[in-house]
């Protein structure tokens, strides 16, 4: 009570190429991820959502979506 939970994060990559390298090691590590267009969406240990995208999310409005 009284307190913000943390419902997603984002990490911006600088290129397409950076995106792939990250999910191939995702893949490599066994890690559960899903590919949503140019998007990548993951959990962390805590099961925050992490979306790992490539230039810019237009709003808070479309990245909440992509977490669904």
Known sequence: EGTAPLR?????LPTDEARAAVVARLAAAGIAYEVKGTTVVLR???QNTIILHTGVIADAK?????TN
């Open 44 to 46: 962390d240990p805590w």
């Open 8 to 12: 997603f994060y984002t990490l911006w």
């Open 62 to 66: 479309t990245a909440t979506a992509l």
